[in-house]
């Protein structure tokens, strides 16, 4: 079965500081694709990132950078010097190749204080 | 290119009353998914059509709710007789290819008072 955790249900941090958001997945397929959201207060889905489960090298954009481990079926998501606009709901996902559906963790809320 | 597209934006419906969701597709892509959010959870997904034919509806509650795809116009999700466990957003994606490269709307916030 197919199951995304995010344990951290909650973060607060101070601005500037370097944040990371634990994501663990759970699939038997060997091709899958994973995925993280972003959701501001406002509601809507922002689109941050999908990796495929073939290419596990680390990605980086701007302050954003994930870290995917089949290891341990972990996909990471860091926030560097972190900005009060970055608080929000982030959600990680999986999709496994041939499903329909993508399976949403329950989210992260990360509160980012001034 | 305008981006998924879902009206209205905010539904407010009493309990009895049925509540319908539109959503359309980014042009060019013929596969819709619908998913609830309730409120403090991730998204869930409901159901998954193409132009005329629902492909996947493992999701769905199994009555009041229904969706389609017609071969003209938005994907409409109906809730019929709505109570108040189904106030949620609702989230409509589409895709040109397949669910792994799914662009989601802004969602509709359904309230049933």
């Known amino acids: 079965a197919q199951k995304v955790t995010q344990a951290q249900t909650e973060i607060s941090v101070v601005e500037k500081e370097d944040v990371t958001l634990d994501c663990v997945y759970e699939?038997?397929?060997?091709?899958?694709?994973l995925f993280w959201y972003k959701q501001p207060p406002s509601g809507e889905l922002v689109f941050l990132i999908r990796r495929n489960s073939f290419d596990e090298q680390n990605e980086i954009s701007g302050r954003y950078s994930w870290n995917f481990q089949k290891s341990t079926s972990s996909f990471n998501f860091t926030i560097t010097a972190s900005q009060v606009v970055d608080s929000a709901v982030y959600f990680c996902?999986?999709?496994?190749?041939?499903?329909?559906?993508?399976?949403f963790g329950k989210g992260t809320r990360l509160h980012i204080l001034p | 290119n305008a981006g998924v597209m879902q009206n209205p934006r905010h539904l407010v419906r009493r309990r009895g009353q049925e509540a319908r969701l539109r959503c359309s597709p980014m042009?060019?892509?013929?596969?819709v998914y619908w998913y609830r959010q309730l409120p403090e959870e991730g998204l869930k997904f409901m159901v998954y059509?193409?132009?005329?034919?629902?492909?996947?509806e493992s999701g769905m509650p199994k009555e009041r709710f229904s969706a389609e795809f017609p071969k003209e116009g938005p994907s409409i999700l109906r809730i019929q007789q709505v109570v108040r466990g189904d106030s949620a957003a609702y989230f409509c994606?589409?895709?040109?290819?397949?669910?792994?490269?799914?662009?989601f709307g802004p969602g509709t916030r359904l309230t049933v008072t």
């Open positions: 994606a589409s895709s040109p290819r397949g669910p792994y490269e799914q662009y």
């Open positions: 699939t038997r397929d060997t091709t899958y694709y």
């Open positions: 059509l193409q132009k005329e034919n629902i492909i996947d």
């Open positions: 042009k060019g892509h013929s596969h």
């Open positions: 996902a999986l999709s496994e190749d041939g499903d329909d559906k993508i399976i």
